[in-house]
């Protein structure tokens, strides 16, 4: 197929995946309409659980391999909705519905690029598609479970909204179980040991304590306490307090090394749920990033979290639509957003894998 028949394809293919329930870890319908995808295009692709996967025809194991993902699970709507996030409704060249944006465009702009390339021969990169499964709850059964399935990756493009932007590097993730300690009383008792009261200058701390080393791309890494639980009766001084600390690391961390920090240096106890989710880079100089910024697209460091987290290889986050539109009411990407996106995924690659 051309590229305009495999973008109209794809966008009748979003249509379908918005109309289809996808929740995390409840993607199998959508997985099946990626499989008909590949199917009625003649590639041959592989099911593990609700990822769906795919080299490219030619594929050759002395040859370095580029990684296209995106995901097919999405959030539950939320409240806010004025139409049916199940419904495909095109208005304005607009294309509304659940996961419309996050990440549908890119999932499909990428398998339609992927289905572009599947068949040419002597290409200097191997491709592997994977649209991947629970990506929005980071399951167990998402791409993470694929990288001992795939090939070896050599370098990864991560589907999320960007507006075709490149996104070089990305905060990861730690979230911390903090509790700070005291001493339980009765209300009416003196008690120079409250936890709750110990908590101000706990608080005061992680509101100004600054991590020593900034990255040029990212940033800061950025400590927020987002929760905060104590006691169960309006007599009773409990005995501790406990806060949620969620922290995004730029790329001059490792988690290991933040949670080292913070374990000797923050002034209660701190637990890390998962050390799993690291920040993510690509040399600026790597041959898809230059071949970006020749076409035009500009580099920045994204806040947000992906599966890029879960990569060990370089990577960068590149797709159509908008970040801020994800996981709102009334979520949409443009038409036109999809087609840019499969030419500007194919005109990157054309001048690095050919």
């Known amino acids: 197929m051309t590229q305009k028949e495999l973008t109209y394809s794809a966008i009748d293919l ?6 289809t329930p996808s929740f995390s870890s409840e993607e199998d319908k959508t997985g099946d309409l990626l499989a008909y995808w590949c ?6 692709f592989k099911r593990t659980k609700n990822n769906i996967w795919a080299v490219n025809k030619y594929f050759d194991e002395s040859k370095p391999t580029i990684l296209l993902n995106s995901h097919h699970d999405t959030v539950y709507p939320n409240n806010g909705y004025t139409k049916d996030p199940f419904k495909a409704i095109v208005e304005d060249r607009k294309l509304y519905g659940l996961g419309s944006n996050d990440a549908g465009g890119c999932l499909v702009s990428l398998l339609a690029t ?5 068949n040419q021969k002597n290409l200097k990169y191997n491709l592997v598609f994977v649209g991947s499964a629970e990506e929005e709850s980071s399951g167990p059964d998402g791409l993470n479970s694929m990288l001992s399935i795939i090939p070896k990756i ?3 493009i991560v589907g999320e909204p960007t507006q075709m932007q490149l996104a070089i590097a990305e905060k990861g993730l730690i979230v911390f179980d903090a509790k700070v300690k005291g001493t339980p009383s009765h209300a009416a008792h003196p008690n120079n040991d409250n936890p709750i009261y110990n908590t101000i200058e706990v608080l005061e701390w992680f509101k100004n304590y600054q991590f020593e080393k900034t990255s040029d791309v990212l940033g800061d890494v950025k400590m927020t306490v987002t929760q905060i639980k104590a006691g169960k009766q309006h007599n009773a001084v409990p005995s501790a307090v406990d806060l949620v600390v969620d922290v995004r690391v730029n790329d001059k961390y490792s988690n290991q090394e933040i949670a080292d920090i913070l374990k000797k240096e923050a002034p209660c106890v701190m637990v890390p749920r998962s050390l799993r989710l690291n920040s993510s880079s690509i040399d600026i100089n790597h041959p898809l990033i ?3 910024i020749a076409i035009g697209r500009t580099t920045y460091g994204s806040p947000t979290l992906s599966d890029q987290s879960v990569l060990s290889c370089q990577s960068v986050k590149l797709g159509p639509g908008d970040s801020t539109r994800s996981h709102t009411a009334d979520e949409y990407i443009n038409i036109d957003e999809i087609k840019e996106g499969i030419d500007i995924y194919i005109k990157i690659l054309e001048q690095v894998i050919k």
């Open 114 to 118: 992927f289905s572009y390339f599947y």
């Open 154 to 156: 050599d370098v990864a």
């Open 290 to 292: 230059q071949s970006g």
């Open 14 to 19: 979003l249509k379908k995946l918005i109309e």
């Open 39 to 44: 199917t009625i295009h003649n590639i041959e």
